[in-house]
């Protein structure tokens, strides 16, 4: 669902059609000032972070084509998308990398006094993640954690239900939060559901980031395959490959959106 808002401060830029899902073109400010009205509203809102592994999923799982389709915001994130806007025809006007632009989303609700709930990355992981949000962003309340790791799901949703989050973050890959995000919300009192990745974890300061150095060239995926080339080499190495050849059959399809 591409962007529609009766918030001035929203260009409304045309979003980009890549494999069939509308990435929405939003400055970092922009995308921000849509959380405070999600936060502010009366329903519960989606937000996903979309980079070139997500999109190869989509490009074959069209359940998860179609859960991205019925999000409020779809945001770019990384290097791949950059390349894939500029391709397009429609470049993006700044990378909102989701590990990077979370914090500047919980600093908005902890603005507001909004609450959050965690579910997510490894056990002992999304407690330090907690513990250090409670240290850093003023204001902020965090009603709930829970691990990635269950096995009864009514006992989760029971907790959300419960703990009634402004906010909910969801750090389980893709394309599992999406879905879970997609199949739960309906039913839970939370305002905004985000898919947040790997972020509960990197945030939690248990898994390292790379150099500043190295994120603003975009090659954070590398610095991320170095680290662990088992687990990931497929997905950045023929990932990466896939994604730039289905980019340019797409492109020379014509079908840009």
Do not use: H
């Amino acid at each position: 669902m591409s962007l529609k808002s009766s918030n001035p401060a929203v260009q409304n830029l045309e979003p980009v059609n890549i494999f069939g899902v509308r990435v929405d073109r939003l400055r970092a400010e922009e995308v921000l000032a849509e959380v405070e009205n999600y936060l502010g509203g009366d329903r519960a809102r989606r937000i996903y972070f979309v980079y070139a592994n997500c999109l190869n999923v989509a490009y074959s799982d069209q359940e998860f084509r179609e859960i991205l389709k019925r999000a409020d915001l779809v945001l770019n994130d990384g290097l791949g998308l950059e390349i894939a806007g500029r391709v397009l025809g429609k470049p993006f006007p700044e990378n909102l990398c989701g590990t990077d632009f979370l914090p500047l989303v919980l600093e908005r609700a902890g603005r507001l006094g909004k609450s959050v709930y965690l579910l997510g990355g490894k056990p002992g992981n999304v407690e330090a993640c907690g513990e250090r949000l409670a240290r850093e962003i003023p204001g902020i309340k965090l009603v709930g954690i829970q691990s990635g790791y269950f096995t009864d799901e009514a006992l989760v949703t029971d907790s959300i239900r419960a703990a009634r989050p402004d906010l909910l973050l969801v750090g389980m890959g893709v394309p599992i939060q999406e879905k879970l995000i997609d199949r739960w919300i309906p039913a839970l009192p939370v305002r905004l559901a985000i898919g947040v990745g790997a972020f509960l974890d990197f945030y939690s300061g248990a898994v390292p980031r790379a150099p500043l150095w190295v994120r603003r060239r975009r090659m954070e995926w590398l610095f991320r395959l170095v680290r662990e080339p088992r687990r990931l080499w497929r997905r950045y190495l023929v990932g990466n490959m896939t994604f730039l050849l289905r980019l340019l059959r797409f492109r020379l399809a014509g079908d840009k959106g």
